[in-house]
């Protein structure tokens, strides 16, 4: 069964910073990693998300997957107070279309 | 944003009691997702749908719960009899097809089972 790990649990970053978020999942044939952010009291909006090796850019977001270290990380560029939310990693798995969630990153950004 | 519509926001419930659910998907989304995600941030699939056929489902899912997606009415879960343990956010999400696109999020209801 696929697990999905994240960290930090939570990341408090001043307004203006880079945030740095942390995912690993078990398998490596995983089809793609999705990155999530859910504000109190709203269902998951998806961010970005990734399939192949390497980096994609959009906007202030960059994510970064390694297939053969199992790792995947997204990167928020000039932090801004409203970027402030739990952050959910999401591996869909070549078994079934469902995703596979991790435990979530809290993130606040201060003024 | 996601257009997909939940109701009830809040449900409360006492133990052993039936509690339902209603999804409205994304007009044009064929493909419909129940998820429980508990205090702790923790998600578990529940069942998907490809229009009214059922695609995949965990076992939890056959005993207690039930849910279909009949063809112009809104999708439903049910729990037949209610238990503390499933006191949690219940989120369904659709998507315009079952490959690699993108699953959007209701609200969600928060059901509290007394």
């Known amino acids: 069964q696929e697990k999905v790990q994240q960290s930090p649990e939570s990341l408090i970053v001043p307004e203006g910073a880079m945030s740095s978020l942390n995912c690993t999942f078990s398998?490596?044939?995983?089809?793609s990693i999705w990155w999530y952010q859910q504000h109190p009291g709203k269902g998951p909006e998806a961010l970005i998300?990734?399939?192949?090796?390497g980096n994609k850019k959009e906007g202030r977001l960059t994510v970064y997957l390694n297939r053969a270290s199992l790792h995947v990380s997204l990167h928020i560029r000039d932090s801004q107070p409203s970027d402030s939310a739990v952050y959910l990693c999401?591996?869909?798995?070549?078994?079934?279309?469902?995703?596979?969630f991790g435990q979530g990153t809290i993130l606040k950004v201060y003024l | 944003n996601s257009k997909v519509i939940q109701t009830p926001r809040y449900l409360v419930k006492g133990q052993g009691q039936k509690a339902k659910m209603r999804c409205i998907p994304e007009?044009?989304?064929?493909?419909v997702f129940w998820y429980q995600q508990n205090k702790n941030n923790e998600f578990k699939f529940l069942i998907n749908?490809?229009?009214?056929?059922?695609?995949?489902q965990i076992d939890m899912t056959e005993k207690r719960f039930s849910a279909e997606c009949p063809s112009n009415s809104p999708c439903s879960l049910e729990i037949q009899s209610s238990e503390a343990g499933d006191s949690a956010l219940y989120l369904c999400?659709?998507?315009?097809?079952?490959?690699?696109?993108?699953?959007?999020f209701g609200p969600g209801t928060r059901l509290l089972v007394l």
């Open positions: 999400a659709s998507s315009p097809r079952i490959n690699q696109d993108t699953q959007y």
């Open positions: 398998n490596s044939a995983s089809q």
């Open positions: 998300s990734i399939f192949s090796n």
């Open positions: 999401a591996v869909k798995t070549s078994s079934g279309q469902k995703l596979v």
């Open positions: 007009k044009g989304h064929p493909v």
């Open positions: 749908f490809q229009n009214q056929e059922v695609l995949q």
